[in-house]
């Protein structure tokens, strides 16, 4: 459990972009078993010479980072053709390439945008996907490239894509010698960053509503630490915990009307339910240790969590209806943080070997492996399809994010132009 600090805080809430917080990616290392895919640079029409974004490679990243596709190298592209009549497809069987993705972007007179993706499938010889939007402002054209991705990978996985999704986390830079915290908002490759709140003392374990409307999380502005929720929107903010001790780790429950916390305002740490409806408590944990980072399973009837119970953190399970207990980790002598796949099957935390990586349980057949090579790894969260893991880690005595895929070890790290980036919570499917 992170040391409580008691100080008294300003914070001002900020609605305007955030570019400095934006998130820059680096490949620390990718897939041999990863499958090509051709993508085209689309066609432009338009004023200036470029288009605002590139659609193909918005699209090439957002399948590397699932760790199960790769673009071909755009020099290595035999042809660049513009409709299905153009395909030589000899030409692309020899390339060893299966998909192509080609497409147009094109300025309208007002401003905003048309963009066309066409998906097609080599072998088949045929289009699979068609797409067109129109009255696209520059703001969002990001947004659609990744709407593209998610249809790619839908249709060749057979999986919903997560890459039209968002994340939270928790940006801190130095401001006149003073540290400076900041809850951002971005899109899941870390781009379109919009701040939250900004206090000049910690802001900790952002958790999102199942709508994604709402964030809860633990701030110190009142000299000690409490669990706000707050609206995206900025139209509500209220404090729901400030108990005496230790208020922390929220986290939603799957139908968003309970909230799992740590408190102390009985003695120990231990994990409480808030109703969010009548904010009544229910106390899941009676135990001297420190029990804490709570989190649901999916079906919403029992919750993983942290203890040191045995000596050395170690996750259990309790169950709401019964309080029956049990432990779930048992390789090594440390294992904090838990984080559930969507699908119940997957159980990630921070698994200390040589250092503090990010491991996953197979809850089906008790299969524990550890994902990650990078340092200081903590605060794992699933994507939404439970394909890929966001976490924090440290490089170089800098706090930064990174995104592993759950079956390829795939591993991007993304950190700030400035400062560290720390505590993330990937969010939920945004509306198709």
């Keep these: 459990m992170k040391k409580i600090i008691h100080t008294i805080v300003g914070f001002v809430f900020i609605w305007s972009t955030s570019a400095y917080a934006d998130l820059t990616i680096q490949i620390d290392q990718s897939s041999d078993n990863a499958v090509p895919i051709a993508l085209v640079p689309f066609e432009w029409e338009g004023k200036q010479l470029y288009p605002p974004q590139s659609m193909a490679s ?12 790769k673009a071909v190298d755009e020099s290595k592209l035999p042809s660049r053709p513009k409709t299905l009549d153009d395909i030589d497809f000899h030409q692309w069987k020899q390339l060893g390439v299966d998909n192509l ?11 905003t945008y048309q963009i066309e993706m066409r998906f097609i499938d080599l072998l088949r010889k045929e289009q699979v996907i068609g797409k067109r939007w129109t009255g696209i402002s520059k703001s969002l054209l990001r947004q659609v490239a990744h709407k593209m991705s998610d249809l790619i990978y839908e249709e060749l996985t057979g999986i919903r894509g997560a890459f039209n999704t968002r994340m939270a986390y928790v940006t801190v830079n130095a401001v006149k010698g003073k540290k400076q915290y900041s809850l951002e908002v971005a899109d899941s490759d870390g781009y379109n960053s919009q701040p939250i709140l900004r206090s000049s003392l910690p802001i900790m374990s952002p958790s999102w509503s199942p709508d994604g409307q709402h964030l809860a999380y633990v701030s110190f502005e009142n000299g000690r630490s409490q669990v706000v929720l707050q609206s995206l929107d900025g139209k509500s ?21 309970k909230l799992a916390l740590t408190l102390s305002k009985d003695g120990s740490a231990d994990v409480y339910v808030m109703d ?21 399973a999916p079906n919403g009837h029992s919750l ?23 432990r779930i980790s048992y390789v090594g002598r440390y294992n904090a943080n838990p984080a559930v796949s969507p699908d119940g099957r997957y159980v990630a935390m921070v698994h200390a070997n040589n250092g503090f990586h990010i491991a996953i349980l197979d809850l089906y057949n ?13 605060s794992p969260t699933f994507s939404p399809n439970g394909e890929m893991i966001l976490y924090a880690m440290n490089q170089g005595g800098q706090g930064k ?13 993304l950190s700030v132009q400035e400062g560290e980036v720390r505590s993330p919570s990937w969010g939920p499917y945004l509306p198709r």
């Design 366 to 378: 008790e299969e524990f492996n550890v994902l990650t090579k990078t340092y200081l790894d903590e």
């Design 276 to 296: 969010m409806k009548t904010r009544k408590l229910r106390r899941m944990t009676r135990n001297w240790a420190i029990e804490t980072e709570a989190v649901w």
């Design 304 to 326: 993983f969590f942290n203890s040191d119970r045995r000596g050395q953190p170690q996750i259990f399970q309790v169950f709401l209806d019964t309080g029956e207990m049990r």
């Design 401 to 413: 994010l990174a995104v592993v895929s759950v079956n390829s070890n795939v591993t991007q790290i």
């Design 237 to 257: 903010r209220q404090i729901i915990a400030k108990f005496k001790g230790i208020n922390g780790a929220p986290a939603w429950s799957p139908d968003g009307k």
């Design 101 to 111: 993705l080609m497409g147009r972007v094109v300025e309208d007179p007002n401003g």
């Design 58 to 69: 918005i699209v090439g990243n957002d399948l590397l980072r699932s760790g199960k596709f």
